[in-house]
T-cell receptor, first 112, second 110 residues
Framework: NAGVTQTPKFQVLKTGQSMTLQCAQD?????MYWYRQDPGMGLRLIYY???????DKGEVPNGYNVSRLNKREFSLRLESAAPSQTSVYFC???????????FGPGTRLTVT | QKEVEQDPGPLSVPEGAIVSLNCTYS??????FMWYRQYSRKGPELLMY????GNKEDGRFTAQVDKSSKYISLFIRDSQPSDSATYLC??????????FGTGTRLLVSP
């Protein structure tokens, strides 16, 4: 049982480049999330998807877009990367029974 | 003021010590609280959760909530080097979201 998987694990981009971070879960959860984690800032919610076909903005959505491709997959796209988007990105899915969120291993992104 | 605040640490203790990790919150609507543990370069994982009254014990871990002072504590007994991690307090906001504190980094030395 893989849980939540994320690709890639590491990425270096130049300012202005675009990329898509991929996330998949095999726990049949309806809700999925994208967070970024920066030193001293904790985990901040970028976007979430309460169910297949819906997405909503979180705390820090500017500069990002998301796609809920199906129940399993939720991708995060940076259209024009900026150094301020250097961070560790975590995807999570939520078990409705307890509200517990299960996290992936993270993607370390550096924008130069 | 942030809704959830934690001292970032690091908190350094010797093996076997009793550890107290604390979290304060400002939103009276929070009904229960989750503690997540995050090892270095890993994603957070749920350690335990507790409702907004009393204590909950799970092995060496005890979570305590003082609703009147909006103060949450996580106690670790007989701390081990494997407990070295960042501990995040996370009350749910509404049905879908969690509000994460910045976390407290704990270092347990052998």
């Amino acid at each position: 049982n893989a849980g939540v998987t994320q690709t890639p694990k590491f990425q270096v981009l130049k300012t202005g480049q675009s990329m898509t971070l991929q996330c998949a879960q095999d726990m049949n959860h309806n809700s999925m999330y994208w967070y970024r984690q920066d030193p001293g800032m904790g985990l901040r919610l970028i976007y979430y998807s309460a169910s297949e076909g819906t997405t909503d903005k979180g705390e820090v959505p500017n500069g990002y877009n998301v796609s809920r491709l199906n129940k399993r997959e939720f991708s995060l796209r940076l259209e024009s990367a900026a150094p301020s988007q250097t961070s560790v990105y975590f995807c999570a899915s939520r078990y409705a029974g307890t509200g517990e969120q299960y996290f992936g291993p993270g993607t370390r992104l550096t924008v130069t | 003021q942030k809704e959830v605040e934690q001292d970032p640490g690091p908190l350094s203790v010797p093996e076997g010590a009793i550890v107290s990790l604390n979290c304060t919150y400002s939103n009276s609507a929070f009904q229960y609280f989750m503690w997540y543990r995050q090892y270095s370069r890993k994603g957070p994982e749920l350690l335990m959760y507790t409702y907004s009254s009393g204590n909950k014990e799970d092995g060496r871990f005890t979570a305590q909530v003082d609703k009147s002072s909006k103060y949450i504590s996580l106690f670790i007994r007989d701390s081990q080097p494997s407990d070295s991690a960042t501990y995040l307090c996370a009350p749910p906001r509404g049905f879908q979201k969690l509000v994460f504190g910045t976390g407290t980094r704990l270092l347990v030395s052998p």
